[in-house]
């Protein structure tokens, strides 16, 4: 595992501080260059931290190439495929090591739109999680097929009434974590990738009384390179979803017995 580093910035988003968008990368060749250009675009003063499991392809090295012209940009290389939640549980390790304040999660593929991060970034100001919603009033999603649309809606409702959970984008992967919120979670005990990494997280958060915002974003299915979904993904995150959902039942119930308050969430 290898790094590239450049000067520690000294400045950050105003009420949230220094800020590391963490992007993780699989044969992300074709998008890697754009991705990394539209976040320095539209929010300058934010650090950038490429994690590459390897890829095959070539996208590590341009990662290095652009971190070398950049201070801004950082590379972290990882042995082989391990999958998105493992690159995102690294990212996060990289930067409390370094100090930062707060991570975003965004995909290397351009779905995530970069010009929407200074309103995630805003909403941070006031919370410790910012979900990026595909879902909420506001919201648009470009040139999804049907069967996407459809899987998504129907995976956030089913968790929704499983897990108890006031998001209308559950799953959703751009979001803006303040480390101290992060810290809060239980995250050695996460394992799960794709689909139910984002829901395991929001549950965690929910779990742990954390301020949480959903900020409507434009998604829009990606132009280059193919998709990591797969149906093995959407079946993890169906079964996890289900045995956490028996999981917390059990334990409201345990509580219920012996007078245990369950505790209230703060919601803005």
Known sequence: MGETTGTRADTGHPGVGRVLVVIPTYNEADNVARIVARVRRAAPAVEILVADDGSPDGTGALADALAGADRRVHVLHREGKQGLGAAYLAGFAWA????????????????????????????????????????????????????RLLLSRCGNLYARLVLGMPLS????????????????????????????????????????????????????????????????????????????????????????????????????
């Not at 919120?181 to 954390?210: I, K, N, P, T, W």
């Open 96 to 147: 409390r090591e370094r100090g930062f304040d707060a991570v975003v999660e965004m995909d290397a593929d351009g779905s995530h739109a970069p010009e929407d991060l200074p309103a995630l970034l805003s909403a941070a100001r006031d919370a410790d999680v910012v979900i990026g919603s595909r879902w909420t009033a506001g919201a648009r999603v470009v040139n999804w097929p049907l069967r």
């Open 169 to 268: 984008d559950a799953t959703g992967g751009y979001r803006v974590y303040r480390l101290a919120a992060l810290d809060e979670f239980d995250l050695a005990s996460v394992c799960s990738q794709g689909y139910s990494f984002q829901v395991e997280l929001s549950r965690l958060a929910h779990r742990s009384g954390a301020r949480i915002v959903e900020v409507p974003i434009t998604f829009a299915e990606r132009e280059r390179g193919s998709s990591k979904m797969s149906p093995l993904i959407v079946a993890e995150a169906l079964w996890r979803i289900t045995a956490w959902g028996v999981q917390d039942r059990r334990l409201a119930v345990r509580r219920g017995l012996h007078g245990t308050p369950t505790g209230q969430v703060r919601w803005p």
